[in-house]
Structure formats: structure tokens, C-alpha cells
């Protein structure tokens, strides 16, 4: 088992298998980034295996694939399959914009992965030109097939931002009760430039929650997995909506995550600096003990939660490089 300090138990890895992505988000990787790992440096889809391999011996159950956008990754579907088939692995979840997603749904579902978090932030399609740098339709058709290919749940992730799209908060609540989507709202975080940049259209998601209470009835839902979000059933309906405020109400306390990178660096906390590199390791003969004594050392030196108040320009990495 994976125990920290802070008596949390780490069983969920968040994979990063790129730090590219087809999409600009502002809040996520500014146009001006050019700081990618270079592929001499990416974990291949062996060393990949071996590593996942190793955090499920010590207890991880759930991997989600991310990037950057983990469909620009060539071999993505071979990598899932591999993870979904490791000894210890209950659950395959992969993040993504959507964008390949008509392309790959159904390998991935084959492959194994169910789960699916989808980024959507408008369904305007200048607007979320503006936001992604990229086009609406092929993100629609994408997660049209996902579910027509059986993957679920299915959540969509929408970044509320004061002025660029919390207008949008009632259509896109519209748009998943029609498409039986679950929905999620996030508030921005100060990662890299872009999440610094964003800082100023920052919006409390109580703003919301009190807002949407207006119109709507919310019932406290509860959802399996449900991480860092709290769930209402809108109306009675189907449609569940979550709220994750890493910044107004940090959930910290229950983290049971960390992160490695595409370049396999083991990132303890999103919104801290700490880090193991295990690329070395993999590369340099280092038995299965070995690998598993760095990383139980790692998660001894797991920070307590995140620093955004404090320090709100501390992590220049982007939000790409670690995938949320
Ligand atoms: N490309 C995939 C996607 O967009 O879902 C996976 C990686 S992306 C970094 C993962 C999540 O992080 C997305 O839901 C995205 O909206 C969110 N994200 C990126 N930058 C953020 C920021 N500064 N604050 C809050 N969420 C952010
Ligand atoms: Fe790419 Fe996802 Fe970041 Fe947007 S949020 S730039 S889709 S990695």
C-alpha cells in the first residue's frame, strides 16, 4: 500500500503519455510555449507498462490516460491495453478534448478504457475557437461516438471563466441533460502562464451554484468515484452536474493521486514542485524492488495540498505537461 504523511492512501495515477496537444486552450498551454519533452525523453509504451506495473503492485487501481491530448500519442491504444491488462488495474479512464476522439473510440473502448472525461467549454463555435484554437464540430461528433461505441460514464469538463463563458452555464446544462452527459464545472487554476493569464477571469463556482439554484432543483447526488467534486441531480432528472473548486474550497484532505509525466517524472502534487525521476531508473537496469522503494520514498515526501493562495505564479510548468 501507498500511505502518505498525511495518512491519505494513494491509489490512482494520473499517466501523461504526451505534453502535446492539437488544441491551444489560453488557460492551458499559451501559444508561445516551446518547452516540449523531446521524444528521445517520452517513456515508450514498454517502460510505460513497467512502470504502471509497479505502482499497481503497490497498491494503485485506477490509471487515467492525459496528456497534453493523449490521441495525438501514436500507439495510444496499444498503451491502454497494455495498462488495462496489468494485475491490480480496475479502472482505465482517459481525459481528453475530443477532437480524435471519432477517430479512436471504439479501439479505446476495446482496449479497455470506459471511463471518459471530456473538455468543453462552449458549444459556440467562434467562442470556443477563441478559448481552444480549435473547431467545435469534430468535438461533438467525437463524443457522439464515444457514446455510441458504449464507453461511460461519460463527464464533461467545462473551465468556468467570468466573461468567456459562464453565460454558457445553462446551455452546456442543456446540452448534457439532452445527450445524458454528466457535467462538471472547474474553476481555474494558476498553473503555468496560461493559468496565471486566466487568473483574471477566475470565478468562485458558488457564484454558480447559487445561481443555478434559481432555476433549477439540486439534490445532493452522490456518484461513484466522485473525486474532488460534489454532485446534484438537476430536476429530478438524469442529468448529475458536479462542482471542483480546487481554489474557493480545496480537497486537498482526500487526495489519493499523483502524476507522472510523459518523460516519467513522478510530480507528487499539481500545485507544488516535488518530484522523483524515474526515467533514470527505468533505463538504468533498476530491478522492480528498487523502482518500488523510489517511489514508496517518493510518496513519504507527498506536500500536504497546494499552494495557489500563497504562491499563485510557483508552478511555471503548464497544465499540459501534467494533465490536470
Ligand atoms: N487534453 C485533455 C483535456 O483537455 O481534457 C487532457 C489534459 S487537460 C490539461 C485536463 C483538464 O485540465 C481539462 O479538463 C482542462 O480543462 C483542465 N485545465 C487545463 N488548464 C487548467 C487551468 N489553468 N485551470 C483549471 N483547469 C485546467
Ligand atoms: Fe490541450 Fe487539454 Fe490543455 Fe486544452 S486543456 S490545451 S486540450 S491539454
Not at 468515484?225 to 474550497?249: C, W
Request: charged share 25%.
Amino acid at each position: 500500500m501507498l500511505n502518505d504523511p498525511f495518512g491519505r492512501r494513494i491509489e490512482y495515477l494520473r499517466l501523461s503519455v504526451t505534453d502535446r496537444c492539437d488544441f491551444r486552450c489560453f488557460y492551458c498551454l499559451p501559444r508561445s510555449h516551446r518547452d516540449f519533452e523531446m521524444p528521445d525523453d517520452w517513456l515508450t509504451t514498454d517502460e510505460i507498462e513497467r512502470l504502471v506495473a509497479q505502482f499497481a503492485a503497490l497498491g494503485v487501481k485506477h490509471v487515467r490516460l492525459t496528456g497534453g491530448e493523449p490521441l495525438v500519442r501514436k500507439g495510444v491504444d496499444e498503451i491502454a491495453r497494455r495498462i488495462a491488462k496489468l494485475p491490480g488495474i480496475e479502472e482505465l479512464s482517459l481525459s481528453t478534448n475530443a477532437s480524435r476522439l471519432s477517430q479512436f473510440a471504439e479501439q479505446l473502448s476495446r482496449a479497455g478504457v470506459s471511463r471518459l472525461n471530456i473538455s468543453l467549454d462552449s458549444l459556440n463555435d467562434e467562442k470556443f475557437h477563441d478559448i481552444t484554437g480549435s473547431r467545435l464540430q469534430p468535438v461533438l461528433a467525437g463524443i457522439a461516438r464515444a457514446q455510441a461505441s458504449g464507453m461511460s460514464p461519460i463527464k464533461i469538463n467545462m473551465v468556468v471563466m467570468r466573461g468567456i463563458n459562464d453565460d454558457e452555464v445553462e446551455s452546456m446544462i442543456e446540452y448534457c441533460l439532452e445527450h445524458h452527459l454528466t457535467l462538471r464545472f472547474i474553476e481555474t487554476m494558476p498553473v503555468g502562464q496560461g493559468g496565471q493569464a486566466a487568473s483574471e477571469h477566475y470565478m468562485p463556482l458558488a457564484e454558480i451554484e447559487e445561481r443555478l439554484k434559481k432555476r433549477y432543483r439540486l439534490g445532493v447526488a452522490a456518484m461513484r468515484g466522485s473525486g474532488p467534486a460534489r454532485y446534484f441531480r438537476v430536476d429530478d432528472s438524469n442529468l448529475v452536474i458536479g462542482f471542483i473548486t480546487p481554489q474557493s474550497q480545496h480537497f486537498c484532505d482526500t487526495c489519493n493521486r499523483v502524476r507522472v509525466s510523459v518523460s516519467g517524472d513522478l510530480h507528487l502534487c499539481l500545485g507544488q514542485e516535488e518530484k522523483l525521476e524515474l526515467r533514470p531508473l527505468l533505463r538504468s537496469g533498476a530491478t522492480d524492488e528498487t523502482i518500488q522503494q523510489a517511489i514508496r520514498g517518493a510518496i513519504a515526501r507527498k506536500p500536504q495540498r497546494h499552494n495557489f493562495h500563497e504562491a499563485p505564479t510557483a508552478i511555471i510548468r503548464p497544465m499540459s505537461a501534467l494533465g490536470g
